[in-house]
């Protein structure tokens, strides 16, 4: 360790580190700001179209996510315009989960933020605010904001809490800058993978709306059958639409790669070649409409256990929320609480391959319940191993993983087409998921045994290569060096061969 430190609420410092509360480093009057109270701002006034505004939920790890954003209209935007955001802004959560905070890069520059947010904007030329974001990552400091947060069962900090917590950092603003960019360079890494998954996933889709839902390598075969074209030629067809190849690429598969030539034509001769109408619609000949229930083992509710371990609540496990899902989803863990809960409920509760996570409660005007994470060995090992759902969420067990996959990628489909609103009833206005009803009512396009297989075997690579992601390395290297950098362990000039 630094031969020459402080002992602070954090840990240890260098002693050469200046401290000062934050609202000292902070803009006069504007600095450190709560979001619009209730009365200067309803969810009846979101539009469809307008300028962005953050809530909690819409708070990353130290990045600002754009799923499911409301938005207000250009009149209240300007009506609102104490409350925009600017590039080097720092959001946090006001309520909670109080020790969530996100950066404002250039691309959020112009948005609001809501009445459940604080926003902190410094004065750069104290503090580098890259710096800054990254101080409010230490494990030390969300120990800390939680310690000091009002309210047992829901936490909160507000402006004056805010401003008092103790901040240390280099005195040369060039040291800040370059341990903010040097993290900042980490976690644009991370978001360039994620975008990579978001792509993989949305390959995963097309594949399954393909098959299961336009059933295009079926009708591809009926087409040329009702040209009066042969079975070879329809088998051709279904492989093309299938590979989206054309024949001349096609014949070069077959001679450079005959193992996926062979693959190919074994995944077009399962399609069947004619359709067949019944009381749910039309599906491919053979294949049977079957109520999502009736293709899992069992379904339980989530837990939440306490943030501290006790008598009965022993076992350390993470905890994945409905706010969780998209996020573990892309690779991105580092929000994913860590909780204590009964060994029993564990027992019931604790996550394995091929399960599917679904939220049950929650959403909003905009965004309906209904978010599902399908779980694999490389999520389950990027958590630690144990992991249960919240008690906001529930636990769908497939009968086997193959299936697993099949009934993951219906509930991503259905929910990114609107279909799971019709599912879901409103209470104390908290939108809940109606399980019982989906259950029975939902229906999936089922294959034969061979053919669930076949689409295992296609999609799975797909999703494991998401699952795998190197975020996790990333973010434990970021998460790991931080600390050091700070405490004195590692010189601000050594942080490259740190890696």
């Given at each position: 360790m630094h031969s020459d430190i402080q002992i602070t609420e954090y840990g240890p410092m260098p002693s050469t580190f200046r401290s000062a509360k934050l609202s000292e480093l902070c803009i006069d009057k504007i600095g450190i700001q709560t979001g619009p109270f209730g009365s200067q701002l309803h969810k009846e006034d979101y539009v469809e179209v307008g300028t962005p505004i953050i809530t909690v939920e819409h708070l990353g790890d130290n990045r600002i996510t754009?799923?499911?954003?409301?938005?207000v209209s250009d009149e209240d935007r300007d009506r609102l315009a104490k409350y925009r955001l600017e590039k080097g802004d720092i959001v946090f959560s006001r309520v909670g989960s109080v020790d969530r905070r996100a950066l404002v890069r250039a691309e959020e520059h112009g948005w609001l933020f809501s009445g459940r947010c604080l926003r902190v904007r410094t004065d750069t030329t104290k503090i580098d605010p890259i710096y800054l974001s990254y101080f409010f990552g230490l494990e030390s400091f969300k120990?800390?904001?939680r310690g000091i947060a009002v309210g047992a069962t829901m936490p909160s900090i507000n402006t004056k809490i805010l401003s008092d917590v103790p901040i240390y950092y280099p005195e040369d603003l060039d040291a800040q800058r370059k341990i903010g960019e040097f993290f900042y360079t980490v976690d644009e890494k991370i978001q360039l993978n994620t975008q990579t998954n978001q792509t993989l996933e949305q390959i995963a889709q097309a594949i399954f709306k393909s098959w299961f839902v336009d059933f295009d390598p079926v009708r591809a075969k009926m087409a040329v059958l009702e040209n009066g074209g042969t079975p070879e030629a329809a088998?051709?067809?279904a492989m093309r639409t299938i590979s989206a190849k054309d024949d001349a690429s096609l014949e070069q598969m077959r001679r450079e790669d005959p193992e996926a030539y062979a693959r190919l034509e074994q995944t077009a001769v399962l399609f069947p070649s004619a359709m067949e109408e019944n009381e749910l619609g039309e599906i491919p000949e053979g294949w049977v409409w079957t109520p999502f229930g009736e293709l899992l083992e069992r379904t339980i509710g989530g837990d939440w256990g306490k943030e501290e371990p006790g008598s009965k609540h022993t076992q350390k496990v993470k905890i994945l929320r409905g706010t969780d899902l998209p996020n573990v989803s892309m690779g991105n863990d580092g929000s994913?609480?860590?909780?204590y809960v009964e060994e029993k409920k564990l027992k019931t509760r604790k996550l394995q391959d091929s399960d599917i996570v679904i939220e049950v409660s929650g959403g909003s005007q905009k965004q309906p319940t209904g978010r599902s994470l399908y779980i694999t060995d490389q999520i389950l090992d990027r958590l630690d191993g144990v992991?249960?759902?919240?008690?906001?969420?529930?636990?769908?067990?497939?009968?086997?993983?193959e299936i697993g996959l099949l009934l993951s990628i219906h509930l991503t489909y259905i929910y990114n087409e609107g279909k799971t609103w019709l599912y879901q009833n409103q209470s104390t206005g908290i939108s809940n998921f109606q399980t019982k009803v989906f259950l029975e009512n939902e229906y999936?396009?089922?294959?034969?045994?061979?053919f669930v297989q076949q689409f295992f075997v296609s999609i799975r690579p797909i999703i494991d290569k998401v699952t795998q992601s190197e975020n996790k390395s990333l973010a434990r290297i970021r998460d790991m060096l931080l600390p050091k950098l700070l405490s004195g362990d590692i010189p601000v000039g050594s942080m490259e061969k740190a890696l």
């Open positions: 754009s799923q499911n954003l409301p938005f120990k800390y904001i088998l051709l067809a994913v609480p860590t909780r992991v249960e759902p919240a008690s906001f969420c529930r636990m769908f067990r497939p009968k086997n993983k999936v396009v089922f294959p034969c045994d061979e």
